[in-house]
């Protein structure tokens, strides 16, 4: 700053703008304030529209400040693009003769434009906008030390700017962080947290788990009773992730309970689902899915098969894949679904998983795979189905190690008791 100037006006602006937390009251106070200290008729402060990168008038203190309220400086045009592009400050001793002014300006609101000096809003190496003073009064063009002092206050500026776009942006992160928790938790509150007893169910032990790997889940899970006896179970997979996937996962198993209906084969349901989710759906979203129906006191179960991973039949120790069959729902209203009938003997279970499981990774980047999931369940004998599902759930965990979860992670065992 230059020695000789008086500053204690600008040092007690310092103090009240860093406890300013609204953005139009503090760039106005600014340039109200800054009119005294550096004598001039107007000034205003330009900041970039993020789409085209022009500079418009945010904020403008002077005569013509409201017919400059509307005014768009195109990118890298007068003396503020100037400014902005160069990250420098800028004189203009005779704006007349100078190609760089924006004469617009002075053609929109009336006003003569004789001199101006402007700074670039740096935040870092950022470019936040420009501070621009125009006019100076009792004196014909800016000085030296009008220049440094400019500079420095525009520093203040820049400051004042960058803390409350952090403020701001901060609560907008917070704001979102409760929407997808909210959703997250209406999410979670469609996934059936209650499964047969016993009693409901003599003949078919079931249990099933979801580990999403972001806030909302594009997996599914869903078990009730279709008709009296009928235990009607589903595991999807949405394509994609994140909200669109979450929301799409949410329709899917609205629609799904809206056309299952009593005497519906799998196969049947699945064609009224497959046709519901075609509707309209500009987005191309797609989810795998098996929905079976198990005799909760025969045993015998029905499934499916929509494009899904296949489910896993583990029988006295052994274990093997069950066919692949169908195609995704979503995005031809015309596809065939496969059935399937297994044959479970008291004791097997049936293990339905999405591909979170398979393709899990671990530290080095390596694959569960489908294989280490055939591995890890050939020996076991499992007394119940949550005990299925802990126990692989439990494998994938270790396998992955700190390696950050890519996918989600749903798993639903089916046990004949």
Known sequence: MPANADYSGLLSLAGEISRESDLTGLLMKILTRSLPWMRVEACSIFLPDEETGDLLIHSAHGESAPQLAALRVPAGRGIAGAAMSRKQVVRVDDAASDPRVYKEADLATGWTTRALLAA????????????????????????????????????????????IRAQNAALERAALQRDLDLARELQQGLLPRKFPAHGESPAIDLHAALEAANVVSGDLYDLFFIEPGKLCFVVGDVSGKGIAAGIFMAMTRTLLRAVARPGLSPLEILARLNAELCRDNEACLFVTMI????????????????????????????????????????????????????????????????????????ESGNLFTSQRLLSVLRGLVPTSAAEVVEFVSG???????????????????????
């Not at 470019?127 to 203040?156: K, S, W």
């Open 395 to 417: 494998e994938v965990a270790r396998f992955a190690g700190s390696a950050e979860r890519s996918d989600d992670i749903t798993l639903m065992a089916l046990r004949r008791r």
């Open 120 to 163: 670039p809003l740096l935040d870092g190496e950022t470019c936040l906008g420009v501070i621009e003073f125009l006019n100076p009064v009792g004196r014909g063009f800016f000085t030296r030390e009008d220049e440094q002092l400019v500079e420095y206050f525009a520093g203040l500026v820049a400051a004042a700017l960058g803390r």
């Open 291 to 362: 929905l079976g129906i198990a005799d909760v006191d025969s045993g015998g179960v029905v499934c499916g098969l929509g494009g899904h991973n296949p489910p896993v039949l583990v029988s006295a120790g052994a274990a093997e894949f069950a066919p692949v069959g169908g195609a995704p729902l979503g995005l031809d209203p015309g596809v065939k679904f496969a059935e399937w009938r297994p044959a479970l003997d008291r004791g097997d279970v049936l293990l339905v998983y999405t591909d979170g499981v398979t393709e899990a990774l671990d």
